[in-house]
């Protein structure tokens, strides 16, 4: 129940195309889901973040999609660029309890082609 | 200006030794956390401090033992180093729940070799 599952485990993408990259979960109580993007060398970086009381938040070019019912979300990348080419981790915590964990998924490796 | 800050970067080290890993953040954040990510990338969590104590172990050998001797310090020793230790540890931090901001802000990551 605490797993998140992601998927897929890699992407190759056209600069200027469009990068999915879909989340499933179990655990109804979690109540916060953030994507981070991690280069290669550094600590992951919050990219963008959702509840579940809303279906779709778009910040840029990033936009997370949310299915309460279907217990999945996604990352959309739209005009993707090279820049882009990094990991990405969905993840899931409770956050109402004081130092809950991220459940992370187990990453996408997004490689964008100039 | 550096948020979560770790020291060292590197540490190769052999088998059966004892080591530690600092972790500092000036966030003014309550809550600090130790992730481990493996050599395939998944990144999983180790320990949970909250105002200084522990709130999450999950199953991790005892040879590791947080210690937080501040709310702005996490660090992490590792006693009788082994081959599968070997990995990017990560430290983290995040505000209370009752600020209502849900980031957890990671530091750059320590990566530790085991020979």
């Known amino acids: 129940q605490q797993q998140v599952k992601q998927s897929p485990q890699s992407l190759i993408v056209q600069k200027g195309g469009i990068s999915i990259i879909n989340c499933a979960y179990e655990n109804t109580a979690f109540d916060y889901f953030p994507w981070y993007q991690q280069f290669p060398g550094k600590g992951p970086a919050l990219l963008i973040a959702i509840r579940p009381d809303v279906s779709e938040k778009k910040e840029g070019r990033f936009t997370i999609s949310f299915n309460k019912s279907a217990k999945q979300f996604s990352l959309h990348i739209m005009d993707s660029q090279p820049g882009d080419s990094a990991t990405y981790f969905c993840?899931?915590?409770?956050?109402?309890?004081?130092?809950?964990?991220?459940?992370f998924g187990k990453g996408t490796t997004l490689s964008v082609s100039s | 200006d550096t948020a979560v800050s770790q020291t060292p970067k590197y540490l190769v080290t052999q088998m059966g030794n004892d080591k530690s890993i600092k972790c500092e953040q000036n966030l003014g954040h309550d809550t600090m956390y130790w992730y481990k990510q493996d050599s395939k990338k998944f990144l999983k969590i180790m320990f949970s401090y909250n105002n200084k104590e522990l709130i999450i172990n999950e199953t991790v050998p005892n040879r590791f033992s947080p210690k937080s001797p501040d709310k702005a310090h996490l660090n992490l020793h590792i006693n009788s180093l082994e081959l599968g230790d070997s990995a990017v540890y990560f430290c983290?931090?995040?505000?209370?729940?009752?600020?209502?901001?849900?980031?957890?802000?990671f530091g750059p990551g320590t990566r530790l070799t085991v020979l």
């Open positions: 993840a899931a915590s409770i956050v109402k309890q004081a130092g809950t964990a991220l459940i």
């Open positions: 983290a931090s995040s505000p209370a729940p009752s600020s209502g901001k849900d980031t957890q802000y």
